[in-house]
């Protein structure tokens, strides 16, 4: 177990703890490492960077002015189960279609899946265009694109 952090930073090199979790297990770190945004309290936070040092870790984030949190309860979700969302990514809109939902069995299997590019989904193979921590709704995002060709 280990502490992580998710600080504000900005430009002027300022910054301050927004959020923290005194014992979380490493696989979750991972996993909310490689989300490019974090939701909570209604708030969308993007990543700009990572720290690690001495059993700290520290995922920077500035508010996203663009996006909201707009889908309230998950669609699966049960205490026992981590859930992976699938939702197609669409330029100039906040409205992201559901694709498929994961109920997968453990945040190591959370942690594989997002270190993904590209996956396929109802036949269909996409690329990722980012990933999500969305703590408000208890559920990890991925949203893609079609590849090329598809």
């Known amino acids: 177990m280990a502490r992580l ?30 989300c490019d945004y974090f939701v ?9 960077s990572t720290f690690w040092e001495n059993g700290l870790y520290i995922i920077y984030v500035h508010p996203e002015v663009d ?18 969302e699938i939702r197609e990514f669409k330029e100039c809109t906040n409205q992201y279609p559901l694709i498929q939902v994961y109920p997968l069995n453990n ?20 690329e990722k265009t980012s990933a999500e921590t969305d703590e408000d709704r208890g559920a990890f995002v991925l949203y893609g694109i079609r590849a090329k060709g598809e």
């Open 5 to 34: 952090e998710y600080r504000l930073w900005d430009q002027s090199g300022e910054e301050s703890i927004l959020y923290y979790y005194s014992y979380m297990k490493y696989t979750e770190i991972a996993a909310r490492m490689a």
């Open 40 to 48: 909570k309290e209604g708030r969308v936070y993007e990543k700009d």
């Open 67 to 84: 996006e909201q949190n707009q889908y309230g309860e998950p669609v699966y979700s049960t205490k026992r189960e981590v859930v992976l």
């Open 107 to 126: 945040m190591d299997e959370m942690a594989a899946f997002l270190q993904g590019d590209r996956y396929y989904v109802g036949g269909i193979q996409w």
